[in-house]
T-cell receptor, first 115, second 114 residues
Framework: AQKVTQAQTEISVVEKEDVTLDCVYE???????LFWYKQPPSGELVFLIR??????QNEISGRYSWNFQKSTSSFNFTITASQVVDSAVYFC????????????FGTGTRLTVIP | DVKVTQSSRYLVKRTGEKVFLECVQD?????MFWYRQDPGLGLRLIYF???????EKGDIPEGYSVSREKKERFSLILESASTNQTSMYLC?????????????FGPGTRLTVT
């Protein structure tokens, strides 16, 4: 069964600090996808990134970067030089292989960036 | 632009009422999903549908039913609302044959059952 663990329930940082959100997953599938979503106070989940299990290259997009390590089953998300607009709940998710395109979500990490 | 809309942002209902939550997507997606989000529990899948008139139970279907009569619309029904169904409800959609599994979400409906 798929499982996603986000051990950090809440994190607070001061603006301009770097912050890393942890995500650990469990799966028996050899092919799978990992996702990060952002949920700002408005409530709508916003897609940030998708990673397939065969691509372990780290990815950088502006101030965001993702570190995927199959050896430790982790897919961590780092925000560099955090800004107040980064304050949100961040969810890590894992796909399944049933063909129904289901996603399994972690419990989320609430990030507060203090000005 | 990708668009998933939900009929209400906030809803207050009484215990025992029948409640309908509506979700509409304009992306011609085959798959549609209903989740509930509770603090400390993340998103939990209630039901999903991969085609018109088709439905599958998710992790927590008890107390809920769904209806998909048209491709773009997926309704969540609380047959007899109870206080433990007070929650945020999120609808999502995705392409059925998409390898990427990416789901697009609506803004959510915050339901309070009193």
């Amino acid at each position: 069964a798929q499982k996603v663990t986000q051990a950090q329930t809440e994190i607070s940082v001061v603006e301009k600090e770097d912050v890393t959100l942890d995500c650990v997953y469990e799966t028996r599938d050899t092919t799978y996808y990992l996702f990060w979503y952002k949920q700002p106070p408005s409530g709508e989940l916003v897609f940030l990134i998708r990673r397939n299990s065969f691509d372990e290259q780290n990815e950088i997009s502006g101030r965001y970067s993702w570190n995927f390590q199959k050896s430790t089953s982790s897919f961590n998300f780092t925000i560099t030089a955090s800004q107040v607009v980064d304050s949100a709940v961040y969810f890590c998710a894992l796909s399944d292989q049933t063909g129904a395109n289901n996603l399994f979500f972690g419990t989320g990490t609430r990030l507060t960036v203090i000005p | 632009d990708v668009k998933v809309t939900q009929s209400s942002r906030y809803l207050v209902k009484r215990t025992g009422e029948k409640v309908f939550l509506e979700c509409v997507q304009d992306m011609d997606h085959e798959n549609m999903f209903w989740y509930r989000q509770d603090p400390g529990l993340g998103l939990r899948l209630i039901y999903f549908s991969y085609d018109v008139k088709m439905k599958e139970k998710g992790d927590i279907p008890e107390g809920y039913s769904v209806s998909r009569e048209k491709k773009e619309r997926f309704s969540l029904i609380l047959e007899s609302a109870s206080t433990n169904q007070t929650s945020m409800y999120l609808c999502a959609s995705s392409l059925r044959l998409a390898v990427s599994y990416e789901q697009y979400f609506g803004p959510g409906t915050r339901l309070t059952v009193t």
